[in-house]
């Protein structure tokens, strides 16, 4: 639906020139001061915090049985995102919103929608790739991000070729029997039906996730201005939230309506509730509250390094937050399904043409003409290889990319 609203997504074109440049510039003398005051801080901070860490994970664990117990509604398969806990708590610890959601995606992804099963993906929005390693084993994956700073991140046997590009305009060829994947991508996408549409028509299936609205409005500041009727200022807050974190958001309606009008039929799956959100947002704030600016929604680095330094501690937070986590998918699998947060979109796409399975075609992102290796050969461009990454994009993106700031970010960041 394009509106002619600001797109978005090229905030992320903004955010890569920033690392870039970062990576260029040394932090001033006074800048690192202030730097190691705040770390300094954070460090101190532990302690009162770790005691309102197990105090409210009690609280939750107990709302939520209770909640479960004396609502007598039995629970959907979903519980079942139980098991895929373990796998992120290690990287978000403190956190529900990415573990609870995490896990409940893996269960779609893996378990209902099956896709470790295709055999050639085009991973969009790959990110650090450690979602993507935990679904794909042999399946050969094409991991493209806009990001290189993430994108360097990913590994895994699965991964046949990492590309940097706008994935907004897929540089590939048609090709029928590959499936796409985009996770986490759509609601950092302002104009979604020019994205989807050039998707359909490259691959014969989609598989995709997007926020709905009740992503924004669930967050406590929103939802408490809202239920005390000051609606202004609920829907202010809703736009910051937005905003800030560079996404467009939809109703599950209208993005229904949207993305059958754009591909073949689909089959559409909803999770996490309003109310879970609510309470995984609650539960973080008292450490996310450290994240600024807030990009993409890792525990602060800080509070994972000194857990670290005491072995038992570590378990302690890893066996506390998985005990939280594992409530909240609880919870969430007895919600009624009407104000989800998520939803995932199984489609066919309208791609015919037939190519051998394994044999996907990068294109210029230019020209959308077939690439011969690094060349276009129609409009003579050549496209460079750093770390690995074959840089499909503009030229800067490129000759701007450094090791220095790649070794500033974290391997895990998203
Ligand atoms: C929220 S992260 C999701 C990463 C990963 N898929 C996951 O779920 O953990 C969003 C990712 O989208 C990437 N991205 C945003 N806009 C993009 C675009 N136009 N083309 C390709 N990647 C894009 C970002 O760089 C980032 O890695
Ligand atoms: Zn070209």
Same mark, same amino acid.
């Given at each position: 639906m394009h509106t002619g609203k600001r797109e978005v997504n090229s905030g992320y074109q903004l955010y890569v020139e920033k690392i870039s440049k970062q990576g260029q510039n040394k932090l001033s003398r006074p800048k690192q001061i202030a730097s190691h005051i705040t770390h300094a801080l954070k460090v101190v901070l532990c302690i009162p915090l770790y005691a309102s860490f197990v105090i409210l994970s009690t609280a939750v664990i107990s709302y939520a049985y209770i909640y479960i117990v004396c609502s007598g509604r039995k629970a959907s398969s979903?519980?079942?995102?139980?098991?895929?806990i373990k796998r992120f708590a290690p990287i978000y610890p403190f956190h529900l919103y990415p573990l609870v959601a995490k896990s409940l995606e893996m269960y779609y992804l893996c378990?209902?929608?099956?896709?470790? =099963?295709?055999?050639?993906v085009f991973e969009?929005?790959?990110?650090?790739g450690y979602l993507s390693k935990s679904i794909f084993g042999a399946t050969e994956v094409f991991g493209f991000d806009i990001n290189p700073y993430s994108l360097d991140k990913a590994d895994g046997k699965h991964i046949r070729q990492k590309v940097v590009a706008?994935?907004?305009?897929?540089?590939v060829m048609p090709h029928s029997g590959a499936t796409l994947v985009a996770n986490?991508?759509? =609601? =950092?996408?302002? #104009?979604?039906s020019t994205a989807i549409s050039d998707w359909a028509g490259k691959v014969g299936r989609l598989v995709f996730n997007e926020n709905t609205i009740y992503w924004a409005t669930s967050w406590p500041l929103a939802a408490l201005a809202k239920s005390i009727g000051l609606t202004k200022t609920a829907d202010e807050i809703v736009q910051q939230i937005n905003n800030t974190n560079m996404q467009t958001l939809l109703s599950k309606p209208e993005l229904d309506t949207l993305v059958s009008r754009l591909t073949g039929p689909c089959k559409t799956y909803s999770y996490y509730s309003q109310k879970v959100h609510t309470i995984s947002l609650l539960y973080s704030c008292l450490f996310?509250? *450290?994240?600024?600016?807030?990009?993409?929604?890792?525990?602060?680095a800080v509070f994972k390094r000194v857990i670290e330094y005491f072995p038992p501690v570590e378990k302690l937070t890893h066996y506390l937050t998985e005990l939280v986590a594992a409530a909240l998918i609880r919870l969430d699998a007895i919600e009624?399904?009407?104000?989800?947060v998520f939803v995932h979109y199984d489609c066919k796409g309208?791609?015919?043409?037939?190519? #051998?399975?394994?044999e996907a075609v990068l294109s210029c992102p230019d020209c959308m003409s077939p690439l011969h290796g690094q060349d276009c050969?129609?409009?003579s461009r050549h496209f460079q290889v750093i770390n690995g990454m074959l *840089?499909?994009? #503009?030229?800067a993106v490129a000759s701007n990319y450094t090791p220095e700031a790649s070794a500033s970010i974290p391997k895990h960041h998203l």
């Open positions: 979903s519980a079942q995102a139980i098991k895929y378990d209902i929608i099956r896709v470790q =099963h295709a055999p050639l969009v929005a790959i990110g650090d706008n994935c907004l305009r897929l540089p986490n991508l759509m =609601h =950092h996408i302002t #104009d979604k996310t509250a *450290f994240i600024q600016p807030c990009y993409g929604p890792p525990t602060p009624e399904r009407d104000k989800d309208l791609c015919t043409q037939i190519q #051998d399975v394994k050969p129609k409009c *840089f499909l994009c #503009d030229e």
